[in-house]
């Protein structure tokens, strides 16, 4: 199998958080590849013309005629190291949140932090007459709002949860959520303000959606809805809607699974009990939030 082959295989396959470390790169890889076409063919334009249309801008009037780089700018970098530090602490903390939520959740805190940082950056650069003489020359790209969202909602999901830090020794996930807000959203706000502006807008979301669900509510639930339906609409070859009845049976095409997708489906729903189960052993039943009592209930129905 050649390395091609590997890659499409693992993103095919992988997790929620691989296909966004994945996402990530290949943004920034065909960013690369267009910016050495470009010096080759002494067209030093071609880049930043393709960043352009990936940045979202802060003025209105540009936005209204690039309404989608809301979404690509948070998968969009131009330098190696603002790339590299984003795909670590998404890693990390990806790997954490993943330990106890579902991948879905994930992919909808990633998203809407960096929906909230874009809107954030935006309005105030709109409002504030501080950003009057730069709000129609800037843009932002990168995903530091959805990392930040990421790191906020598990912090807030799992404020002692103990991580083993090397010179630190054992700190506890809310307090280096904090010190990594402080560092990176505040300190030095006149450096790169729109950028930490964003991180203040993706900090805010996490902080949301990580106490609803400590509540037993997911505000991502409407994304994931869409996601759903644009999946199911350019899945390469979808299957169409064909029942058959027989012997008061009916059988649907749409709802045939590859042996893999069935068997990756069901680990990660047993993983979904377990976790459930274990939390049942240390707190209770009543330590249990809405969703996972939901969750409980629908695979003890099956059981019967």
Known sequence: MGIWDEI???FRHGTALTRLMYINGAVFLVIKIIEVIGVLTASPGLAPAVISNLAVPASLSVLAFKPWTIFTYMFTH???????????????FGKIFLSYLDQRKLVSIYIMGGLA???LYIAVFNIFPAFAGAVNVSVAIGASASVMALVISTAVYLPDLELHLLFFGRVKLKY???VTF???SVFDFSVNTGGKIAHIGGALMGLAYGQGLKNGRDFGAWLNMIIDFFVTLFKPGRRLKVKYKKAGATFDARKMKTDHEYNAA???RQKEIDYILDKISKGGYDSLTKEEKAILFSESQKKR
Request: net charge positive.
């Open 182 to 184: 402080l560092i990176t």
């Open 266 to 268: 069901k680990a990660e």
């Open 117 to 119: 940082g874009a809107l």
């Open 8 to 10: 499409k295989g693992s």
């Open 78 to 92: 131009q330098g190696f190291i603002h790339l590299l530090f984003n795909l670590l602490w998404l890693w990390w």
């Open 176 to 178: 280096l959520a904090l």
